[in-house]
């Protein structure tokens, strides 16, 4: 089960939390199709935001596709997001938490490490949607002529 931590302080919403915590479980395959989230009133009990908050939150995972809220039952997963090399045991996993364990002794915090994660990530994106399909792999290439 998931249990969620909600940031008062990081100016996005509550329930934006919920839904990108959830997103982030389902991709590192710590929530599986099938499971069950935690009941509303459980998430209220946990991080005392307002219960409207946790359903709007399960709305709109529902609406993505992602859970299926059966009524007297519970709110429960139906797809994953999960791919390969995100788990646990994966080499890209180990590598990524031996470069925050750096990282961290240097004295990043937090933030600082997701900031740095994410401009490398717009970086990588920009220069590789930026590119022709003839040139993704940094080389540019000239047509024979004949």
């Known amino acids: 089960m998931i249990d969620y931590r909600i940031d008062r302080g990081s100016g996005v919403p509550a329930y934006v939390q919920i ?43 529902e609406q993505a596709g992602l859970v299926e809220l059966r009524r007297g039952l519970g709110t429960f997963v139906t797809r994953s997001l999960a791919r390969p090399g995100a788990q646990d045991d994966s080499p890209l996993r180990r590598e990524v938490t031996d470069w925050v364990d750096r990282a961290r002794a240097t004295g990043l915090e937090r933030a600082d490490v997701l900031a740095m994660v994410t401009a490398v990530l717009d970086a990588y994106d920009n220069e590789h949607h930026s590119r022709t399909p003839d040139d993704r792999d940094g080389r540019r290439r000239t047509h024979d002529r004949a």
């Open 19 to 61: 839904v990108e915590q959830t997103e982030r479980a389902l991709r590192m395959g710590f929530l599986k199709v099938g499971d069950k989230l935690p009941t509303a009133k459980e998430v209220v009990a946990a991080t005392a935001i307002n219960p409207n908050t946790v359903l709007r939150a399960y709305r709109d995972l």
